[in-house]
């Protein structure tokens, strides 16, 4: 699927299986800058997080990395001191065989919350992604990060700066929790675009927050959700930050890839399918158009409703009245894409055939606008089916 | 089941069909009490509320009522002006058969959102309540409540005040959203004791709290949610507050009828059949006890892990690390029943079977230290299953 893409320029990537997953799933990966590149990186807001995280969080002070190891089937979360060594240990080989500081080493885990490490595994698999794998493997890499995901997800985006082609290249995999004790997202991305690492940081950042913090699969937020950028500058441009002339430029792409990748991770949400945009305008403020987004894209009934093809509107004025968004009730307007549904916080005369119409595509959105102000925000979700009690229930 | 049970003291109830269900389903239902009676009310916080809920709001200011009078089937919510004038009218009219005045009739509605009060039905149903059926008719006024609640919900109490005895007859309808567009709790409190309105109003919100407000089945809070309780006094004991000898007596029975209802909803939760009290103590705070108390419980990881009688404590240290409350992963201590699951944020070596064998029963509780300080909380809570989904798609 994605056999045929290449990295950014001086970038390699590997996955492998190394035996943590049954079965030979690949189950650990790695992206390597040749030169160290600058990083940047957002995490969960958990206050119970991984051992990984927190090495990112540690390392991530140094600037610049080397290398981004994972591995999944383990999320090395909850695991005490033990596994905080195990953490700093799978840097530390990984640096060595790098010949590299531990510290530009990036580790993420991804998986079953509880157990630890197995090292005895973990340190032939780095071996094995240097030895055996490393080039440029992008769909290897993207399968070792899935867990039960159900395909591999990969974006990218070429801009020209300078004269020159610059590349972003992200991996993801899923928000689903899809297996048992899974709580995690992660996203992983390169460029060759020559970029400060504190312009990168805020450029991430904004970016996550038009994109993964769009996103809702089940409202619970994991122990791992990582999103890391390098850029190594081997496109040969000039190093930019916010005040350069490629700037926009890079920075839409950059976007661009972190929507996509976002969007790929709802499309994969477990048990669904159907895609929903909750959109929400005329609030008091950004802000409180996002809790009412939230509180639509996360209300059980709502997700119920959309598996069931059913455009029960009064679900969504509800599940607007409670969020904590400034509502009043005798304003609202909703619209089923372009169909009005409800003005003045009331039903339209539309014939409910036209809603249905509407919710039995794949992909639709929910129009709110709340009549009180000027602010706006998006989030993108899906349906809540049998197939996710199924999935969740072992 | 409840045919045999008698109204407090100077009470009388109905419950009949009036037609606004299909099938003959009882729908309407009045409770009367032969003289004025001191009321109180607890209502939705959703800042979209239906039309009965804004009258109740503007009758509790008179401070005495003669009559609560309820449809099922249409909420009534979501209906402007035409819905304010029909809730309006469904008081007058019972006022009108009473002879009393319409500030002193409470009404409630519960069903779908969206379409208006059937007029034409609900006025002859009044008559009806009056004319064939008023008496002590317990069960068939806890019927006609019902949406598709599984069972009607009736809970009583009986003390001795000044050496008389003292009855507190409660109603209840579920919180299970089990019909489309449904998503009330409704309950209504009967006594003969005296109280004055504003120490029943007190007590009431007291009792709520630590009762309706204790248990979630889904997280999504309703439109026409309301607690009404009347006490009339005709027990013949003098008029009970706060300083008053019996005071405490009555307390505990109110708040006891309240509990037993409020567990009732739970065990009646839409496609639920497991029942789960989610302690946290050693919070900061009382508060932050609740937060941390009520991300466990709504969490749908959790509840569907419950469902599959799979002792899954990682998510909830998930949901733990991620509500508002203050938590420090290395001191959160978990316990499935008396079996300790997780210390220190850690797995202990307890086998998978005896927790297990915890969550295979139908009753069960996840104790939660957060061991931080002396705040404590519980909610009430119930599993979800691929039967709450099928319930909810239609």
């Given at each position: 699927m994605y056999s045929e893409i290449h990295m950014p320029?001086?970038f390699k990537c590997a996955g492998i299986s190394?035996?943590?997953?049954?079965?030979g799933a690949k189950d650990m990966a790695l992206v390597?800058?040749?030169?160290?590149?600058?990083?940047?990186?957002?995490?969960?807001?958990?206050?119970?997080?991984?051992?990984?995280?927190?090495?990112?969080?540690?390392?991530?002070?140094?600037?610049?990395?080397?290398?981004?190891?994972l591995?999944s089937?383990?999320?090395?979360?909850?695991?005490?001191?033990?596994?905080?060594?195990?953490?700093?240990?799978?840097?530390?080989?990984?640096?060595?065989?790098?010949?590299?500081?531990?510290?530009?080493?990036?580790?993420?885990?991804?998986?079953?919350?509880?157990?630890?490490?197995?090292?005895?595994?973990?340190?032939?698999?780095?071996?094995?992604l240097?030895?055996a794998a490393l080039g440029e493997h992008v769909h290897e890499t993207a399968e070792a990060m899935m867990?039960?995901d159900t395909r591999p997800k990969v974006s990218v985006?070429?801009?020209?700066?300078?004269?020159?082609?610059?590349?972003?290249l992200g991996f993801a995999k899923g928000?689903?929790?899809?297996?048992?004790?899974?709580?995690?997202?992660?996203s992983f991305?390169t460029?060759?675009?020559?970029?400060?690492?504190?312009?990168?940081?805020?450029?991430?950042?904004?970016?996550?927050?038009?994109?993964?913090?769009?996103?809702?699969?089940?409202?619970?937020?994991?122990?791992?959700?990582?999103?890391?950028?390098?850029?190594?500058?081997?496109?040969?441009?000039?190093?930019?930050?916010?005040?350069?002339?490629?700037?926009?430029?890079?920075?839409?792409?950059?976007?661009?890839?972190?929507?996509?990748l976002?969007?790929m991770?709802?499309?994969d949400?477990?048990?669904?399918?159907?895609?929903?945009?909750?959109?929400?305008?005329?609030?008091?403020?950004?802000?409180?158009?996002?809790?009412?987004?939230?509180?639509?894209?996360?209300?059980?009934?709502?997700?119920?409703?959309?598996?069931?093809?059913?455009?029960?509107?009064?679900?969504?004025?509800?599940?607007?009245?409670?969020?904590?968004?400034?509502?009043?009730?005798?304003?609202?307007?909703?619209?089923?894409?372009?169909?009005?549904?409800?003005?003045?916080?009331?039903?339209?005369?539309?014939?409910?055939?036209?809603?249905?119409?509407?919710?039995?595509?794949?992909?639709?959105?929910?129009?709110?606008?709340?009549?009180?102000?000027?602010?706006?925000?998006?989030?993108?979700?899906?349906?809540?089916?049998?197939?996710?009690?199924?999935?969740?229930?072992?």
């Amino acid at each position: 699927m994605y056999s045929e893409i290449h990295m950014p320029k001086g970038f390699k990537c590997a996955g492998i299986s190394a035996g943590i997953k049954s079965g030979g799933a690949k189950d650990m990966a790695l992206v390597l800058s040749d030169e160290p590149a600058a990083v940047a990186g957002v995490f969960t807001t958990n206050q119970v997080c991984a051992a990984p995280v927190k090495i990112c969080r540690e390392h991530l002070k140094h600037g610049v990395a080397h290398a981004i190891v994972l591995n999944s089937g383990i999320a090395n979360a909850c695991t005490g001191s033990e596994g905080m060594v195990a953490a700093r240990d799978m840097a530390a080989e990984t640096a060595k065989v790098i010949g590299c500081e531990p510290q530009e080493i990036m580790v993420c885990s991804t998986g079953r919350i509880g157990p630890q490490l197995p090292l005895d595994k973990i340190v032939p698999g780095i071996e094995k992604l240097f030895d055996a794998a490393l080039g440029e493997h992008v769909h290897e890499t993207a399968e070792a990060m899935m867990t039960t995901d159900t395909r591999p997800k990969v974006s990218v985006a070429e801009v020209q700066i300078e004269g020159r082609t610059v590349k972003i290249l992200g991996f993801a995999k899923g928000a689903g929790m899809i297996e048992p004790n899974m709580a995690t997202m992660l996203s992983f991305i390169t460029t060759d675009a020559a970029v400060g690492r504190h312009a990168l940081q805020s450029a991430l950042e904004k970016a996550v927050n038009s994109s993964f913090n769009r996103i809702s699969i089940d409202g619970d937020q994991s122990t791992n959700d990582t999103v890391l950028a390098l850029a190594n500058g081997a496109a040969g441009t000039h190093p930019i930050d916010e005040t350069s002339k490629g700037w926009k430029t890079f920075f839409h792409a950059l976007k661009a890839v972190c929507h996509e990748l976002a969007m790929m991770i709802v499309h994969d949400g477990e048990g669904a399918d159907k895609f929903v945009t909750v959109n929400v305008v005329g609030a008091q403020s950004d802000g409180d158009a996002n809790l009412a987004a939230r509180s639509v894209a996360n209300s059980l009934l709502n997700k119920t409703a959309w598996a069931g093809e059913y455009p029960n509107w009064g679900r969504i004025m509800d599940s607007v009245g409670y969020s904590k968004a400034k509502v009043t009730e005798e304003k609202v307007e909703i619209h089923y894409d372009e169909q009005q549904a409800v003005v003045c916080g009331m039903r339209t005369d539309i014939p409910q055939e036209d809603l249905i119409k509407v919710v039995s595509q794949t992909d639709f959105a929910i129009n709110i606008n709340l009549h009180l102000g000027e602010g706006t925000a998006t989030v993108y979700t899906c349906n809540c089916t049998e197939e996710y009690v199924r999935i969740n229930v072992t």
